[in-house]
T-cell receptor, first 114, second 114 residues
Framework: GENVEQHPSTLSVQEGDSAVIKCTYS??????FPWYKQELGKRPQLIID?????GEKKDQRIAVTLNKTAKHFSLHITETQPEDSAVYFC?????????????FGSGTRLLVRP | AAGVIQSPRHLIKEKRETATLKCYPI?????VYWYQQGPGQDPQFLIS???????DKGSIPDRFSAQQFSDYHSELNMSSLELGDSALYFC?????????????FGPGTRLTVL
């Protein structure tokens, strides 16, 4: 079925350390994998996305890797800062009748300790 | 830059009442998605519209209906409200439903059912 699993559910790191969040998806037809950051009571905001034709994408301190064979993708945040503290959601697209929809992982609450 | 607009931002209703949530997508975006997010949960896909036609359906109760109008704005109609319908409702828009693309989320409508 349509499923995205995300781990860990909570992650606490020291400022300056790296954080890694992992997700797996179930449908080999999925080809778009965005990551969203959501602060309490606010909207999810896209931070980075990757398509299935590349294995890695980087944007400053944020990188995403994709392993299509294993149906696995990960978010890497380096040199973490307190303002990185938020809930992070991964997602994968699943094709419907005439379009696609995003199925989200259950979220990772990241806490960056000063 | 213009963003997705949702109204109202907050809504309080009694059980068994009806509610209408509105979404105005980013200009030139032809696809609208509706999500429901309960406290501490990930966004759950409800329904989507591409070029004013329903394109996919998720876990939307039969008590809910939605449509997209000629100006591309969308409305989510909720009837016979239940306590469990209390949640944040997000609308997202995307430039094309045919190809996986970034979904931009609106600020959300917080619905409280008493």
């Amino acid at each position: 079925g349509e499923n995205v699993e995300q781990h860990p559910s909570t992650l606490s790191v020291q400022e300056g350390d790296s954080a890694v969040i992992k997700c797996t998806y179930s449908d080999s037809a999925s080809n778009y994998f965005p990551w969203y950051k959501q602060e309490l009571g606010k909207r999810p905001q896209l931070i980075i996305d990757i398509r299935s034709n590349v294995g890695e994408k980087k944007d400053q301190r944020i990188a995403v890797t994709l392993n299509k064979t294993a149906k696995h993708f990960s978010l890497h945040i380096t040199e973490t800062q307190p303002e990185d503290s938020a809930v992070y959601f991964c997602a994968a697209n699943y094709w419907g009748d005439s379009s696609y929809k995003l199925i989200f992982g259950s979220g990772t609450r990241l806490l960056v300790r000063p | 830059a213009a963003g997705v607009i949702q109204s109202p931002r907050h809504l309080i209703k009694e059980k068994r009442e009806t509610a209408t949530l509105k979404c105005y997508p980013i200009p030139r975006h032809d696809t609208v998605y509706w999500y429901q997010q309960g406290p501490g949960q990930d966004p759950q896909f409800l329904i989507s519209f591409y070029e004013k036609m329903q394109s996919d359906k998720g876990s939307i109760p039969d008590r809910f209906s939605a449509q997209q109008f000629s100006d591309y704005h969308s409305e989510l109609n909720m009837s016979s409200l239940e306590l469990g319908d209390s949640a944040l409702y997000f609308c997202a828009s995307s430039p094309s439903g045919g190809v996986p693309n970034t979904q931009y989320f609106g600020p959300g409508t917080r619905l409280t059912v008493l």
